[in-house]
């Protein structure tokens, strides 16, 4: 289990039926991000389910609440099989600092249960031979996983070329004209169709991190500071 730390102009033809034509493509989005916040660090060679356990625990809470949950998950456990094992109440009790901590247990219990089950021990080294369609099949189909959370195991912790989307990210890039669908949360179709304009990106791994990290200090969901942001001369949405 290892520590983490996380915080995430041409225009372009169409790339899917939301994109917009005054929407700028992924390159230069990416490059304006790397400039501002730099590259994200590619930790792929370490073990698959610390990420999985780690973004489990991201949802619905902030960084801070998760790497607290994640630090308490560590400093009792040596191992997954011992968390696999361990009392659901006696697990909560570490997980508190993240919220919903019996719902977490309960999924994480049920998850290392169902990898064993699959992969023969607590270990998801076997999905680095499977492929995409499979690894997202079989990580969706473990208790508490959704689409965003499979991205990022697939991305962040397989090294593979899959975008994740989180609400930032859904956010952002309808400013940016990469797609038109309305509400809060990512929907798969959305989410497939930005995927398709930012895995044109060098380093869609950057991109992720960048945009989330854009959405916290320039894009938020409400007033925006675009006379400040980086990417204010090429967003279609900018405001003087
Ligand atoms: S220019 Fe404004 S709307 Fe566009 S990404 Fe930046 S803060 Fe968001």
Same mark, same amino acid.
């Given at each position: 289990m290892a520590?983490?730390t996380r915080?995430t102009?041409?225009?372009a033809?169409?790339? %899917?039926?939301t994109?917009?034509t005054k ?7 990416a490059?304006?991000?790397l400039?501002?916040y730099?590259?994200y660090?590619d ?5 698959? *389910? ?12 902030t960084?801070? &609440?998760?790497e607290a ?13 011992e968390v696999?094992?361990?009392q659901p ?6 997980? /508190?600092?993240?919220?919903l901590y019996r ?5 994480? /219990?049920?998850?290392l249960?169902a ?9 998801l080294?076997?999905?680095? %031979?499977? %492929?995409?369609e499979d690894?997202e099949?079989f990580l969706?189909s ?5 689409? /965003?959370?499979a991205?990022c195991?697939?991305s962040?912790?397989?090294g ?15 400013r ?9 949360a990512?929907?798969r179709?959305?989410s497939d ?5 930012a895995?044109?990106?060098?380093d869609?791994l950057s991109?992720?991190? &960048? ?12 007033e925006?500071?675009?006379? *400040? ?6 967003c279609?949405?900018?405001r003087?």
């Amino acid at each position: 289990m290892a520590p983490r730390t996380r915080a995430t102009a041409s225009l372009a033809m169409p790339r %899917s039926p939301t994109f917009s034509t005054k929407a700028p493509s992924a390159s230069p989005i990416a490059e304006l991000l790397l400039a501002r916040y730099g590259a994200y660090l590619d930790e792929s060679d370490g073990p698959v *389910l610390d990420q999985l356990a780690w973004f489990l625990l991201s949802t619905r809470t902030t960084v801070e &609440n998760c790497e607290a949950a994640y630090a308490s998950l560590r400093s009792r456990f040596t191992t997954w099989a011992e968390v696999a094992e361990a009392q659901p109440e006696y697990l909560g009790e570490c997980l /508190k600092p993240a919220g919903l901590y019996r719902t977490r247990a309960a999924n994480l /219990k049920a998850a290392l249960a169902a990898i064993a089950g699959r992969f023969g021990s607590a270990s998801l080294e076997g999905l680095r %031979s499977l %492929s995409d369609e499979d690894c997202e099949a079989f990580l969706l189909s473990l208790p508490g996983v959704g689409l /965003k959370v499979a991205r990022c195991v697939i991305s962040f912790g397989l090294g593979r070329r899959a975008f994740a989307v989180d609400a930032h990210i859904w956010r952002i890039t309808r400013r940016l004209g990469w797609h038109a669908i309305a509400g809060g949360a990512p929907t798969r179709a959305g989410s497939d169709a930005i995927a398709m304009v930012a895995l044109e990106a060098d380093d869609p791994l950057s991109l992720h991190v &960048n945009l989330i990290r854009l959405g916290r200090e320039f894009c938020p969901a409400g007033e925006t500071r675009c006379a *400040l942001c980086p990417l204010t001369g090429v967003c279609p949405s900018a405001r003087s």
